[in-house]
């Protein structure tokens, strides 16, 4: 079984039951939600046939966030190199050959003469020449075609957008209406836009878990403070590949990786993971091996998009994904690890998690339950990267939801309260029923002494079958 997880886009027109069920035998840990695309009635559908299919797969949902499009179109446009456009910011006017509308209104107060506006995923090439005040004038670069509401990008230039648009508080109200696990803000360029939108969480006392996408160059120069500000990290590798040179993305990608893993946050590697499968059954070799080197460079999760949301082969997609990264894992080397050192100020939490993962690799412990309230402890286990999967014991729903972004960590909802030696001795038996431990296998536990709540206070370490032999001997310490 994978420790990689994976993350699928879903349509509002493709969302079925039995779809989701044949996505989430094939590995799906969590299912996203465009809001660019799909309407409020159409993501109420899909949370509500996700949750037919298991209450367990986590939900994320997109904001726009501080983007530009270009507006209605009567048919797609089509462009020579030289020819000249003027470009206006005015939202409710359709755009024509000569004459393109974008959706910022103040666009000639941000880009100036010499930028390059880039349209479409960088399909269409507008190097600009004049800036009037109320227009601008461009020169087309390259052949192409353009649509409607197609993205616009000027890479280098800060383009003065709120955080958080109108419809994006009314998709973060949805989201909380229908207990969303999380939100994947776009365009995140600093704290102060993950701020914006847990501000608005806050007021509806939500503790849905914010997911910042990584899409431009001031994202990338302000990604330590965006991470101490997020639940997690996604990096957006569509948008991001047009606002800085495309070279940089690999160098980018591991950066990030490592700056979350090294602070216990969860990181989503996201576009064009397969998007030969979009029309093809078989993945290239180059995207095979962009799979495996994101799971080499130890990401938590994998995204596909255009893959499962419209393409032809969704199911066979997610098992792809997933068969490369149980290679992938047991491929990667333990030398490459990302190096996490304790923190400076680390506490007793952090400190027994790294001591139970050095019980693997010291005196061959097979196995690390946890039991968790917020999945915190989970979370910090993930991040020491360990070579067995954790066990994580949770006690809300949403616990075991929200670790589904976390590699390696096997989440399951314990719905009654029970004691801490059931809980223990049913992980145990569900370890050895899915082959990961064995009776002459040791295994460790991480719980607390006190209780949901408590904390993470101590660490027991024993022998599976001297645990199963004296279950009327063994006490743990809060039993």
């Not at 799909?38 to 509500?48: E, K, L, S």
């Not at 330590?224 to 997690?232: L, P, Q, V």
């Not at 360990?386 to 976390?406: D, F, M």
């Not at 660490?459 to 032999?469: P, S």
């Amino acid at each position: 079984m994978k420790q990689t997880k994976i993350v699928c886009s879903i349509s509002d027109r493709r969302c079925d039951v039995e779809f989701l069920r044949k996505l989430f035998f094939a590995g799906m840990n969590v299912v996203r939600m465009n809001t660019a695309h799909a309407t409020p009635d159409g993501i109420r559908t899909i949370v509500r046939n996700v949750r037919t299919v298991s209450p367990h797969i986590g939900l994320l949902i997109d904001t726009k966030g501080p983007e530009v499009r270009t507006t209605d179109v009567e048919s797609p446009i089509n462009y020579k190199t030289g020819d000249v456009v003027k470009i206006f910011g005015r939202p409710g006017m359709v755009t024509t050959h000569d004459i393109i509308n974008v959706s910022y209104s103040d666009i000639t107060n941000d880009v100036k003469v010499g930028d390059e506006m880039l349209f479409d995923d960088g399909i269409l090439s507008v190097k600009i020449i004049e800036n009037t005040g109320p227009m601008l004038v461009g020169v087309v670069q390259n052949d192409g075609v353009l649509g409607a509401h197609k993205s616009v990008n000027v890479p280098g230039v800060h383009i003065d957008l709120p955080a958080v648009t109108e419809k994006d508080k009314a998709n973060i109200l949805l989201a909380v209406e229908e207990d969303i696990d999380f939100i994947a803000h776009s365009f995140v360029r600093n704290a102060a836009d993950v701020k914006a939108v847990q501000d608005i969480l806050d007021s509806k006392g939500s503790d849905i878990k914010i997911i910042s996408k990584i899409e431009n160059q001031e994202g990338v120069d302000n990604i330590d403070e965006i991470i101490d500000a997020s639940y997690g990290i996604m990096i957006a590798r569509g948008d991001l590949g047009i606002e800085v040179p495309i070279e940089r993305i690999p160098g980018i990608q591991r950066l990030i990786i490592r700056k979350c893993i090294q602070k216990h946050k969860p990181v989503i590697v996201a576009t064009q993971m397969l998007h030969t499968m979009i029309n093809n059954p078989r993945p290239t070799r180059a995207e095979v091996t962009d799979i495996a080197n994101a799971i080499y460079y130890r990401t938590d999760a994998l995204m596909l998009s255009g893959e499962t949301a419209t393409g032809r082969y969704p199911v066979e997609a997610v098992r792809t994904m997933s068969a490369i990264a149980e290679q992938a894992e047991k491929d990667k080397i333990r030398d490459n690890d990302i190096t996490v050192p304790l923190s400076a100020n680390c506490d007793q939490r952090e400190f027994l998690a790294h001591a139970a993962i050095e019980s693997t690799q010291k005196i061959n412990v097979a196995g690390i339950i946890t039991d968790s309230e917020t999945g915190m402890t989970a979370r910090i286990l993930a991040s020491f990267r360990g070579p067995h999967p954790v066990l994580a014991i949770c006690y809300r729903e949403k616990t075991q939801r929200w670790l589904n972004l976390s590699y390696g960590v096997i989440p399951v909802y314990q719905k009654e309260q029970v004691s801490s030696q059931y809980v223990f001795y049913a992980a145990l038996r569900m370890l050895r029923q899915k082959g990961y431990i064995g009776l002459e296998d040791k295994i460790a536990y991480l719980s607390g002494s006190f209780g949901e709540g408590g904390g993470t206070t101590f660490l027991e370490i024993n022998k599976v079958r001297q645990v199963f032999e004296n279950k009327y001997k063994f006490h743990l310490p809060n039993d």
